[in-house]
T-cell receptor, first 111, second 113 residues
Framework: GENVEQHPSTLSVQEGDSAVIKCTYSDSASNYFPWYKQELGKGPQLIIDIRSNVGEKKDQRIAVTLNKTAKHFSLHITETQPEDSAVYFC??????????FGKGNQVVVIP | DGGITQSPKYLFRKEGQNVTLSCEQNLNHDAMYWYRQDPGQGLRLIYYSQIVNDFQKGDIAEGYSVSREKKESFPLTVTSAQKNPTAFYLCASNHPYSNQPQHFGDGTRLSIL
């Protein structure tokens, strides 16, 4: 089955700087890649997703890039704010409606 | 507002006891899912259901059971056969078409007394 890995496990950034989280996947048939943000004691919230027919998608301060050849995709957060501090999960699916999740990245924005 | 409601937020289980976690959605989604989350781990799929009266095992179904009698509801029972049930349990739902986003509830934290 699909194996998704996230790096780094913890990321600390100064407020206003950019944060980048990278995920790799193993199944070349995967064609859907969502990113979720999870705050303490809450469920994951979808923040952005990308499908394999595009290489980049942007929504305000958040962007996702996809490299199908290398089988990796990245989340970019610009102008980070304290409220961006959370655990971020990437996931991948090959269209079978089952998501394979990475283990998550703890992002800490230092004021 | 449409959403997914999980209850209770905290649950305690005694040895040898079965407990049932509730998940209700009013998003008109056909598909529903149960995940288990352990500290520092990703989400692992327990069971999922694409339509009423049908469900399939996920990656870690042993010691769990589900039912899907109504579109809005997908309860999860943690049986006494699950030897390590302490975890955060998350329910999700979506339209069962290819690559539709899954939306999550706020989870139930289960602990052993």
């Amino acid at each position: 089955g699909e194996n998704v890995e996230q790096h780094p496990s913890t990321l600390s950034v100064q407020e206003g700087d950019s944060a980048v989280i990278k995920c790799t996947y193993s199944d070349s048939a995967s064609n859907y890649f969502p990113w979720y943000k999870q705050e303490l004691g809450k469920g994951p919230q979808l923040i952005i997703d990308i499908r394999s027919n595009v290489g980049e998608k942007k929504d305000q301060r958040i962007a996702v890039t996809l490299n199908k050849t290398a089988k990796h995709f990245s989340l970019h957060i610009t102008e980070t704010q304290p409220e961006d501090s959370a655990v971020y999960f990437c996931a991948a699916s090959n269209g079978n409606n089952r998501l394979a999740f990475g283990k998550g990245n703890q992002v800490v924005v230092i004021p | 507002d449409g959403g997914i409601t999980q209850s209770p937020k905290y649950l305690f289980r005694k040895e040898g006891q079965n407990v049932t976690l509730s998940c209700e959605q009013n998003l008109n989604h056909d598909a529903m899912y149960w995940y288990r989350q352990d500290p520092g781990q990703g989400l692992r799929l327990i069971y999922y259901s694409q339509i009423v009266n049908d469900f399939q095992k996920g990656d870690i179904a042993e010691g769990y059971s589900v039912s899907r009698e109504k579109k809005e509801s997908f309860p999860l029972t943690v049986t006494s056969a699950q030897k390590n049930p302490t975890a955060f349990y998350l329910c999700a739902s979506n339209h069962p078409y290819s690559n539709q986003p899954q939306h999550f509830g706020d989870g139930t934290r289960l602990s052993i007394l």
